[in-house]
């Protein structure tokens, strides 16, 4: 456990979307505001993967991660297999902005620290690749809240 002292989150990253169709909406979104990189739409089924604190097997999204600034991003998610927050989304409002995502080094300190301030985790994921390396994520809400937060590792090779 990280003893590091978590004060605020970092500025967000990304926003993400819940969407039924990633590349429609990577092609609207690239034309109605000229955005660079629509095409890197991509298959995200982690190593591990946790729904409500039960630990699950068949989540599956695709995902479209788009440039907007040198420093933040705009990701499409359309759910494809897995009881998770991001099906219950979709069915429940058809879609639409979900959660602001914030990258950070230590993973654990900010975890606790969004526990603490009494977030719920709903949603939390493991994985590792040869592209970007080992990396934890976890969303979380607060009760009486819509807000939805989700917490990145920053992605690291454990083994170089």
């Given at each position: 456990m990280s003893d590091k002292?978590?004060?605020n989150l970092p500025p967000a990253g990304h926003i993400g979307y819940v969407v039924a169709d990633v590349y429609k909406a990577a092609a609207e979104a690239s034309g109605l505001f000229e955005l660079k990189n629509t095409d890197n739409i991509f298959d995200f089924i982690p190593m591990r993967c946790w729904a409500w604190g039960r630990e699950i097997s068949d989540c599956h999204l695709k995902v479209a991660m788009i440039d907007w600034t040198d420093n933040f991003k705009i990701e499409f998610i359309q759910p494809c297999g897995g009881d998770i927050h991001y099906s219950r989304f979709l069915k429940a409002t058809g879609g639409?902005?979900?959660?602001?995502?914030?990258?950070?080094?230590?993973?654990?300190a900010y975890r606790a620290w969004l526990l603490k301030k009494g977030a719920e985790i709903i949603f939390e994921t493991e994985t590792e690749d040869e592209i970007r390396g080992y990396r934890r994520s976890c969303h979380v809400t607060f009760q009486d809240s819509r807000t939805n937060i989700e917490v990145l590792e920053i992605a690291r090779f454990r083994n170089k």
């Open positions: 002292i978590i004060k639409g902005m979900h959660h602001t995502a914030h990258y950070v080094d230590d993973f654990e």
